[in-house]
């Protein structure tokens, strides 16, 4: 079955940076679309990015743009979230998740990891 697991998640400063990975089995990595979404207390799911691998392009919600940078390591079936000058609003559990939003011309999502808590605060 398809798994994904989060990790890279921790509490940092607000102007600072975390890596998040999500690795994955039991479907073809390099051809599939993934993204990552957040929930924030109190709040519904976000989508935060995506990337498609086969048309080699990347999207962001605009509150993330110029921050943070999705990308993948195809021989290690792994997707990564680089997060850049941390806000304390960016304060979520964040999830990878196998597909893609329909808000960008995605057919949705197929799988879902566990999640993994970011907590940006002085």
């Not at 979404?37 to 080699?56: D, F, M």
């Not at 990564?80 to 964040?94: F, R, S």
């Amino acid at each position: 079955e398809v798994q994904l697991v989060e990790s890279g998640g921790g509490l940092v400063q607000p102007g600072g940076s975390l890596r998040l990975s999500c690795a994955t089995s039991g479907f073809t990595f390099s051809t599939s679309a993934m993204s990552w979404a957040r929930q924030a207390p109190g709040k519904g799911l976000e989508w935060v990015s995506s990337i498609y691998n086969h048309i080699s392009n990347t999207y962001y919600a605009d509150f993330v743009k110029g921050r943070f940078t999705i990308s993948t390591d195809n021989a290690k079936s792994t997707l990564y979230l680089q997060m850049n000058e941390l806000k304390p609003e960016d304060t979520a559990v964040y999830y990878c998740a196998q597909g893609g939003p329909r808000e960008i011309g995605g057919t949705g999502y197929k799988s879902w990891g566990q999640g993994t808590q970011v907590t940006v605060s002085s």
